[in-house]
């Protein structure tokens, strides 16, 4: 089985007033199934830019990005979004949960997206947030979360569709620091089960650590630990 996610020099280039502004230069990054990798990288970086580009929300201008075997960079934009919907989660620091829905339904509604089997759509939902603590929070609003219980159901609606990739932003970067520990050790937790290929972008040097490796993004270029 190919690899879930390979990124072969990638490039990102911004148009400005000024001038070309060169944010990624020759960006090469290759993730296994079930390794979670750190990506570490000071603000304004590139890190966001990097995550886009491998969640296919942009296209890069030069080199290759691969997701589970295809190459992007020759797919229609309706089969990039098929990419997304599938194979791959997102996980920002905030948790964009749709307010007037429920923790089940929001974990429930991308796979009704993706036409999943409503019986199993249901039971992946409710299997999802009570391994995340949240068996008796499903019928609750998001207002009416707590900050943490709130990124849970974020982690568990990136994980609805069973995707190959999962991509985090500073997913803990609006938690104080014991609820932060608590939900990113549920995610971990969540992602080596779920065997999924994880790159988590983190400010936080005791997070970097508890992943398999880390990766550091400096002046466009993306440098192991």
Known sequence: MSEPLVLRAVQRIY???AGALP???EVD???AAGEIVALVAPSG?????????AGLLERP???EIVVAGRDAGKLSDNERSAIRRDFIGFVYQSHHLLSEFTAFENVLLP???AARPRASARARAETLLATLGLAERLHHLPGKLSGGEQQRVAIA???ANAPRVLLADEPTGNLDVATADRVFAALLAMVRNEGVAALIATHNPDLAQRMD?????RAGKLLPA
Do not use: C, P
């Open 111 to 113: 796979q009704m997206i």
């Open 45 to 53: 970086a590139g890190k966001s830019t990097l995550l886009h580009l």
């Open 61 to 63: 201008d030069g080199g």
């Open 15 to 17: 148009r400005t007033e």
């Open 29 to 31: 990054l290759t993730l």
């Open 23 to 25: 944010v990624l230069q």
């Open 213 to 217: 490796r880390r990766v550091t993004l």
């Open 157 to 159: 609606r990136a994980l």
